[in-house]
């Protein structure tokens, strides 16, 4: 479901490798909610959600520590973006997982492909330039 195109790269190699992990993580969870075995999956769609918030404290804490050391000027707003979407991936509610698995992780499929169109071939698209002409690729 999640597929790496050119058109995301931030043409930041180090962003690039953070951001296929992430599609990554989507398609992991993808796969587990497609399943149509009747197993319960709330133990592999807990792991893929707190795998999807690790990696994203990770590379968010990255993205915004090189936006802030080179000056960049949206840096705050950027911010918001990352700490809003960590505070709805920690807001899911693990025992309603447990009773909707399949609503839960589509939802979850659902918001994770929205913040990729709009997050990250929107916002961050945005200090691609920026940080190019600072060097960084």
Do not use: C
Not at 10 to 30: A, T
């Amino acid at each position: 479901m999640f597929k790496w195109k050119d058109d995301f790269s931030v043409n930041i190699e180090s962003i690039d490798d953070q951001h296929k992990e992430l599609f990554k993580i989507g398609n992991y969870l993808y796969e587990i909610v497609s399943i149509k075995d009747g197993i319960d999956r709330y133990d592999e769609i807990l792991e893929a959600l707190h795998k999807l918030r690790d990696y994203a404290v990770y590379h968010f804490t990255f993205e915004e520590k090189m936006m802030e050391d080179n000056g960049y000027p949206k840096f705050q707003q950027h911010k918001r973006q990352h700490d809003s979407f960590i505070s709805k991936v920690k807001s899911i509610d693990e025992e309603e997982i447990d009773e909707r698995q399949k609503k839960i992780g589509m939802d979850l499929i659902i918001f994770v492909a929205n913040w990729i169109e709009n997050h990250i071939l929107k916002t961050d698209m945005e200090y691609k330039e920026f940080l190019n002409d600072k060097g960084i690729y």
